[in-house]
Every structure is written in C-alpha cells, then in structure tokens.
C-alpha cells in the first residue's frame, strides 16, 4: 500500500469520538446495549483513519478513539482499555505487530480483540501477526460489510467471554467463602480444584493438590474399622443422583497430625452431551457435631457418677440378651448386687461420702467381671450385671470374688474408717427364664434373701422355694398395708432389776400380717421401707395406734407406766415429727410422760443436730427417751454428751457375753458408771432366764432387763 511520510508525534494523542444516532437505520451490537462499545484505531495514514472513523462512529455507532501510530495505541489502552484494537500493521515508531504483542503483556490486553489492518498476505507476515497476539486480520482494501460483521463478531465473543470468567470468578467467590469443602478432579480423579475449607482440612494447597490422585488429597478411613474408604470413579457414580455420603467417615489431614470427622457427597460433572467429564465431592468437618451426638448417647445410656451403664441401657442389654437365648438357646447370668452397710456411710457422713464411695466401689466393680461383661448402676446403692455366655456355675466364683473385693474395701472419711458388703442375687439367663421383667423380680428376689441370711454373701435364686418378695414388691405390700391398717402391735416387757416395779413397763413391736392372716416380722419389710422412705409412715402409724389403743382400754392406761416405741433415724430428721407426737397426744388425751422413744446410737450421731431439737421440744411436754443398741457406734460416749436422754439400752452382744468375757464385762461397767453419773438408767437387751446372769448385771447396777428369755413378745392386750 501507498505509505506515507510521517515524523512521530512527540505530543500526547488527542481522542476523537464521534456518535452514531439513536435513528440511524444501520443497526449494529453496539446500538442495541447500555453503552456503546468502545474501539481504538491506529492507523497512519490520514485519510484512511478519517475513512474508518467515519465507517465506524456515524455508520456502526462506536465509540472510536484513533492513534496514528503503535506507541500512541499502547499508550492510550493503557490509560483508558478499549474493548477492541483496529491496527495498521505497517506504522512508523512502533509497528503494529510490536504494539500487538506489548498489549498482550499487560493485564488487560490479554483478552482484548486485535484485528491486524494490513496489505500483506503472505504466510511468513500472516504467522509473525498471530503469533504476537493478533485475533484476526482483514486486508486492504477493506471491505467495510466484511469489517462491520467481524467487528460484531469478535465483541460478541469477547463479551461471551468476560460474562463466562464473570461467571468463574462468582462461583471461585462462592466457593471461597462457603463453609463446606470443594474438591474438583477429573474423569480419572485427578484433581483439578481445592476450595479454601477444602485445603485448610485435608492440609493440601490448591498448587500442590493440583494433578494428584483424589485418593491422595482426599484421605478418608472408616470411622470404626480405620480401613481407607475410596470415592468411587464419575463413572461409576449413580446418574444423574448425587451419590449417598460414607457414614461414619474421618478425614486424614495430609500432616497426619489432624483428623477430622466428614460427612460428603459425590457428584459427576457431565458436559453438554452428558458425557462424564469429572466430578465434584463436597465435604463438611462435622468433628464437633458428631462428638456432641456421642456425648448425648453416653449421657443418655450411663450413670454420671460411676460411669456405669445405667438402668435404661441395662434394660435394653439385658432384653437383648433374653432374645438371644430364644434364638440360639445358650445361657447367660444376672446378677443383682446391693451393698450393706451404706446408708451408714452416706447418713453419717453426708452423701458427698456416698458418693464417692459408689465411685470407689465402681473401680472395683470394673476390675472384678471381664471385659465383655455389663456392669451397671440401677440406682442408690443397687448394681446389676449381665455375665454373658456365662453358665450359673461359672459365674458364682465371679460373684463371689465380687463380694470379697468390696468387703475388703476401706474406705476412710472424716477421720474415721468405714466397711461395706454387697448381697448379690443371681439367677440364670436361659430358655426357660427369657422375660426380662421376671428375670429382674427373681434376682431382685434373691438378693433380699441374701441380705435376710446375713448379708455379704451370694444367693442363687430357688425355684422350687417359696421365694421372697422383692423389694419392688415390698413396696406395693407396705403401701396397701398402710392404706387397710394390716399392722397390729406386740409388747414385750421391760423388768426391775435394780429398780422398784412401778407398772406396765415394755417395749411394742410392729407386725405385718398377709392375706392368710400370718404374721411377718419386721425384719422382712424393714430394709425395703427404709430403702422405700416408707420408715416415717410405719412411726407415725405405731404411734397414732398405739395412742387410739391406749384411749379406748382406760384400765390399761392407768395400770401403765411407760411404753416404748422404736423411731426411725428418717423421723429423727422430720421437722414436723414432734408436732405430730404432740397432736397425737393431745387428740387422744394421752400423758407425755406415758412414752418412751428408742432411737439408735448410729441414728443420734446422724441426726445430730435434728435430734437435739426433737428431745428438747418432746422433753419439755414430758415424753421420755432411750438411746439403744448403745455400746458398738462410732462415738458412744460422746453421744451422751451431746443428747439428754434418759435410758441407756445396752447392746445384746456385750450382754450375752458378759459372764464370760471380762472385756465386755468391763464396758458394760463402764457404760453403767457413767450412765449413773449422768443420771440415766439402764436397760441390759437379749438378757437370759439365767439366774446367775441376772445376778451379775445386778451387780453392775443395771437397772432393767430385757429378752426374749424373759418376756417373749405377745400381743397388745
């Protein structure tokens, strides 16, 4: 083409827009959007750059901007890009294949449309043009329709372009900022893309996980086997469903340090032909929400102060365990376990020591049944074990060793030294004992029949033998018998040995009596009224009737001197127990200095301070009291500091023995001597027909007398 002289422009160039209006019957992209797009022509030659501005701005309806040679075209695409380049190639300062390939260093220039203006043709010229960047080329001379359609053409891609890397950097936003991780990979798993969340909990980078086997970067283990888990292959994904997530999964950090618990899923990536060409997996850590969910089903399944299943979960074991010997007809053992000699540990020293010696106790429990065994805590003081595969005979040296190993714990509080037992219950888990309410009847069963044989020791449930009530069913006996009155009274007399008779002087005694009539002495329901709280309810009825009695046989009353009657320690802590002696008394016009009441030594130290204010107000209204089973506590001699009562019954065992056994011989002296000293009198308990016994404690000084030997209890008359 014809070139013409020119001298470069050392002043900045000058823009030059011209407008197309909005009525111009040409019709082009530009006219149809917001804002015209925006074209930077360089060209040398004048009349051709007028030709093209012209072409351009009034025929198209571009915004045209001009430069007249390839500097002044870098230099204005760098203050203000334009959304495409017209470039002459062959331009003095800077040609336009130079300024092309400049335009392609710069950030924006890497996507801009360039179109090389030129009248070479030839291969070598055309390959240079491409590879410094140039889109496309149109020859001269221009054939402006030719121009005109590729001018719309490459703005149209190129706005198809910014509006797909719009799209890419919305969804590399979105990615970036949601909490779940990303994982991108290919039709073969390799990966392709790591969202931040995603490099942050497998410890890979998006560079460095980049090519790497998703197995790799993705390094999950079954949560309770700790085999590896794989993510199966796109195509072996179910279409067009999301794949399930692993259950149970942990996420491996590529440190190896951290591990994270995940819940994910697995989807293809299909093209717009449905064919697979990747896959995206996306995960979240679910390490807390998963731990809580543990920590919910702990709680809900065991005891919090011994860690001990507890008896929900225990119910649950041990139905699952009668289903099992229906269906494979194998044995299992239930032991019931209910440790004597608590309630003096968590009355005397709070139930902070309880509870910790159920603590203590619980060690032991864990170290005496083997590892595959249930131990559980059902409640107070009261444990359960299911020993399974574990025929009767087998397990009773389990048990047994059980019994010794808490009866050998010490366990020290308060400057003082307690011991415990345990009675266990146990009855065997077969084909023919498969309901689990009755299994725990039974074992319940026996373990009050190893308490009633003397404590600490294992007893196996009998069939053939009329067996005991268990204490849930003592319950139900207890409270219907206090609804229908199915009590009555006995008396057993209290006799002068050093004292003057006075009258009727004796002791009651409560009985139950059964549908046939027969009587049940205390001791059978004691333990279950007093685990029940049902104790208070049998005082207050001893006392409401024994008062009623007195006020309807007058004779007896007035022959009476004075009648005692057993409390328990829970009615020695019963604020409002004092009021209802008094009422009672008031009610059925009985004198206060009629009664007598017993409380033990154990149930004093207790209940000191509650004790103190009973005797006070039951004192001054003219009642009497007596410590018993006085001799064996932890602190009797300071007991009679403390409390003002006025008769001492001495312990039966230090009696029994008293003739042959100087030491007891010698406390029973001593409790006389101070007793004399403090006023109080003296009462000698499981005391023989024995003349030379009663000669003895006469010599002590002991004021009254009383067994079975002597009096045998009869009933009320």
């Given at each position: ?24 019957q040409?019709?082009?992209?530009s006219?149809?959007m ?5 074209i930077l022509?360089?060209e ?21 901007e001009?430069?007249?040679?390839g ?5 204005l695409?760098?203050?203000n ?18 300024a ?23 291969r ?15 020859m001269?001379p ?21 509006a797909?890397l719009?799209?890419k ?23 392709e893309?790591?969202?931040?969340v ?73 093209d ?10 996306v ?6 929400s ?8 702990y ?18 074991r041990?139905?699952?365990m009668?289903?099992?010997?229906l ?7 239930l032991?019931?376990?209910d440790?004597d ?13 309880g509870?910790?010696?159920?603590r203590?106790?619980?060690k ?13 805590r ?41 011991t ?49 009530p268990g204490s ?14 199915n ?16 009258g009727l ?28 709280n ?34 328990s ?30 409380f ?6 207790t209940h ?19 410590l ?12 009679l ?10 312990q ?13 011989r ?12 403090l ?39």
């Amino acid at each position: 083409m014809n070139k013409p002289s020119s001298t470069p422009h050392s002043e900045p160039p000058v823009l030059q827009t011209t407008m197309l209006p909005h009525h111009s019957q040409e019709s082009s992209l530009s006219s149809t959007m917001h804002a015209p797009s925006r074209i930077l022509v360089a060209e040398d030659s004048p009349v051709l750059l007028a030709i093209m501005l012209n072409t351009l701005a009034t025929a198209y309806g571009y915004q045209v901007e001009t430069a007249e040679n390839g500097q002044q075209a870098l230099e204005l695409f760098m203050l203000n890009p334009a959304d495409m380049i017209l470039m002459d190639a062959d331009m003095p300062v800077l040609d336009g294949i130079s300024a092309c390939a400049q335009i392609r260093q710069l950030a924006e220039g890497r996507t801009v449309p360039i179109m090389i203006v030129t009248g070479y043709g030839e291969r070598d010229w055309v390959d240079r043009a491409y590879q410094a960047g140039a889109t496309d080329y149109v020859m001269k001379p221009i054939n402006w329709d030719v121009l005109r359609n590729r001018i719309e053409y490459m703005l149209k891609v190129k706005q198809a372009e910014e509006a797909l890397l719009a799209e890419k950097e919305k969804a590399q936003v979105t990615l970036a900022s949601i909490g779940d991780g990303v994982i991108t990979a290919d039709a073969w798993q390799r990966v392709e893309y790591l969202n931040p969340v995603a490099s942050q909990l497998t410890g890979w980078s998006n560079k460095e996980a980049i090519g790497k086997n998703l197995s790799v970067v993705f390094n999950i283990i079954d949560e309770d086997s700790k085999e590896k888990v794989y993510i199966p292959l796109p195509d072996e994904l179910y279409l067009p469903k999301v794949q399930d997530k692993h259950p149970q999964i942990i996420l491996c950090n590529e440190s190896q340090t951290k591990h994270f618990s995940v819940e994910n899923t697995a989807a293809p990536i299909q093209d717009h032909k449905n064919r697979i060409i990747g896959m995206v997996l996306v995960f979240h850590d679910v390490t807390a929400s998963r731990q809580m969910a543990r920590d919910i089903e702990y709680q809900a399944s065991h005891d919090p102060l011994t860690g001990l299943i507890n008896r929900r979960e225990f119910e649950r074991r041990l139905n699952l365990m009668t289903q099992s010997v229906l269906e494979k007809e194998t044995e299992h053992t239930l032991l019931y376990m209910d440790l004597d000699r608590f309630k003096v540990v968590n009355d005397t020293c709070t139930h902070a020591a309880g509870d910790e010696l159920l603590r203590q106790v619980s060690k032991v429990i864990k170290k005496q049944i083997r590892y595959h065994d249930t131990a559980a805590r059902l409640g107070g003081d009261e444990f359960g074990f299911l020993l399974e595969h574990c025929t009767l005979d087998n397990a009773l040296p389990i048990a047994e060793k059980l019994c010794q190993a808490i009866q050998e714990i010490r366990f020290p509080w308060d400057r003082h030294v307690f011991t415990i037992g345990a009675s266990i219950g146990a009855v065997s888990v077969n084909f023919q004992h498969a309901n689990m309410n009755r299994l725990l009847n039974m074992a319940d069963e026996a373990c009050v029949t190893a308490k009633d044989q003397g404590r600490n020791q294992v007893y196996v449930y009998q069939e053939k033998t009329k067996a005991q009530p268990g204490s849930g069913q003592w319950f139900l006996r207890l409270q219907e018998s206090l609804e229908q009155d199915n009590f009555c009274l006995f008396q057993q007399t209290i006799l002068p040995l050093n004292k003057k008779d006075q009258g009727l002087h004796y002791e009651v005694l409560l009985r139950m009596q059964d549908e046939a009539g027969q009587l049940i002495l205390p001791g059978s329901f004691f333990s279950a009224a007093d685990r029940y709280n049902l104790m208070p309810k049998l005082d207050r009825w001893v006392i409401h009737y024994l008062c009623q009695w007195l006020h309807h046989h007058p004779e007896h009353l007035q022959k009476l001197n004075l009648v005692s009657i057993n409390i328990s320690d829970r009615s020695l802590s019963d604020e409002d127990f004092a009021e209802f002696v008094l009422e009672q008394l008031s009610r059925w016009n009985i004198p206060a200095q009629r009664l007598c009441f017993e409380f033990t030594e154990l149930a004093a130290s207790t209940h000191l301070l509650n004790t103190q204010h009973l005797l006070t107000k039951l004192h001054q209204a003219g009642c009497y009291f007596a410590l018993d089973n006085f001799g064996i506590g932890i602190s009797s001699f300071n007991t009679l500091k403390n409390l003002p009562v006025d008769f001492i019954k001495i312990q039966g065992s230090l009696i029994q023995q008293v003739m042959d056994n100087p030491l007891n011989r010698s406390i029973v002296q001593s409790i006389t001597h101070i007793a004399q000293i403090l006023e109080m009198y003296t009462v000698a308990e499981f005391v023989e027909n024995d003349p030379e016994m009663l000669k003895t404690l006469q010599e002590i000084g002991i004021d009254y007398v009383q067994g079975f030997a002597l009096a045998e209890p009869e009933p009320l008359k």
